[in-house]
């Protein structure tokens, strides 16, 4: 779950489309637009950004992005 989550993120920080970008969380997202070019330092952001979620978050938001649950992904996700 984590790997595919890592890989989710990743992706849509080196994307150029900006509906790609949307599921990054406000707080990272300007800097990793700004740095998507140095891929260590987008690899260490996205590592930093899922270290920091509780495992009840986590597993939310597996659950909607691999369309299990449903709901935005931008929707709050309550008990986090």
């Keep these: ?15 150029k489309k900006d509906e790609d970008r949307n599921i990054i969380p ?3 997202r300007d800097e990793l637009l700004e740095r998507r070019s140095d891929v260590d330092f987008v690899t ?6 899922i270290a920091g979620m509780t495992d009840q978050r986590l597993v939310k938001l597996y659950r909607r992005l691999s369309g299990v649950e449903m709901g935005s992904i931008l929707d709050q996700i309550h008990g986090t």
């Design 44 to 49: 260490r952001t996205v590592t930093d950004l």
């Design 1 to 15: 779950m984590i790997r595919d989550l890592f890989q989710i993120f990743h992706n849509a920080a080196l994307s």
């Design 26 to 28: 406000l707080a990272f």
